[in-house]
Structures are given as structure tokens and as C-alpha cells.
């Protein structure tokens, strides 16, 4: 289940309104704005609806993982394929030793 501070982060890192995240979620805008500022937390469904909105336009939300809870965007299919072929560009792995 995500907070409300990542709810506002992924909406700013996917860069959608509280208006649009309402009608993408079917959730009332008030409610996101109040989940958001953390005055109230809404019904899990409701929090679930607003979860898969975001990641439908491309936020990943990260669990705690020891570093603590997160959000970032997912990497396009050009991104992946980028990140991959520089994973190989270090060449011959040797000793670094000047004598």
C-alpha cells in the first residue's frame, strides 16, 4: 500500500494533475488532495485504484527495502535496452596496479 507522499511524488514524476489522477482513478479529488497532505488516509480500495492509476502512467513505487519507501519511473524499452549494452562497455576486467 502506498503513503500519501508518494502519491504526490509519483504524480509529480509523471507529471499529472490532482485533477486527471481523480478521473484515471475514479476517486474523488478532495480525497486524493486530503490523502496526499496526509489529513486523512481513504479506504484501501481506494488507495489501491489511485496505486494502479500512477503505474498505468509509469510510476513504480518501491517498497522498504532498508533505504525506505520510494517511487521512481519505469524504464522504457529504449531506456532498458541503453542500461544493457553499457552494462558490457568495461571492457577486459584486470589488475589496476601501476608498477
Do not use: W, Y
Not at 513504480?60 to 519507501?69: P, T, Y
Request: with cysteine.
Amino acid at each position: 500500500m502506498i503513503t500519501g507522499p508518494q502519491c504526490r511524488a509519483a504524480r509529480a514524476l509523471v507529471e499529472v494533475s490532482r485533477a486527471k489522477l481523480a478521473l484515471r482513478s475514479h476517486v474523488d479529488e478532495s480525497i486524493v488532495e486530503k490523502f496526499e497532505r496526509m489529513i486523512d488516509s481513504p479506504e484501501p480500495d481506494v488507495i489501491a485504484a489511485l496505486a494502479e492509476a500512477l503505474q498505468d502512467l509509469g510510476a513504480v513505487f518501491i517498497e522498504e527495502n532498508g533505504g525506505g519507501i520510494g517511487v521512481r519511473l519505469k524504464f522504457n524499452s529504449s531506456d532498458a535496452k541503453r542500461i544493457a549494452r553499457l552494462e558490457g562497455e568495461g571492457g577486459i576486467v584486470a589488475n589496476d596496479r601501476v608498477p
